[in-house]
Nanobody
């Protein structure tokens, strides 16, 4: 059984920073073989891609809306992926999810395993 357990998030003022973490576990889950992604879903909207990182960490992709402000990183020794979010804006308010996929992709349908979600709220 694969578990992705998220931490971080919370309430921050516009211009502030937050870091999300996602720790993976599972007896047969080879974290270093999976691409990881972060998605977000605001109320009444579709779940959207935010950032993704290849299994080795050598390739990263970002949504245009967060490029230059968010950074995705992974630690394959500790089976953890991070999302550093800087210069947060009210429009970044959403429920954020980490996810694992056998290949890096931008579509949520490419991802097999999901974290529980963590709320990020950015106030004016």
């Amino acid at each position: 059984q694969v578990q992705l357990v998220q931490s971080g998030g919370g309430l921050v003022q516009a211009g502030g920073s937050l870091r999300l973490s996602c720790a993976a576990s599972g007896r047969t889950f080879a974290f270093s073989s999976y691409a990881m992604g972060w998605f977000r879903q605001a109320p009444g909207k579709e779940r959207e891609f935010v950032a993704g990182i290849s299994s080795s960490g050598g390739n990263t992709y970002y949504a245009d809306s967060v490029k230059g402000r968010f950074t995705i990183a992974r630690d394959n020794t500790n089976n953890t992926v991070y999302l550093q979010m800087n210069d947060l804006k009210p429009e970044d308010t959403a429920l954020y999810y980490c996810a694992a996929a056998s290949r890096l992709g931008l579509s949520r349908y490419a991802y097999n395993y999901w974290g529980q979600g963590t709320q990020v709220t950015v106030s004016q």
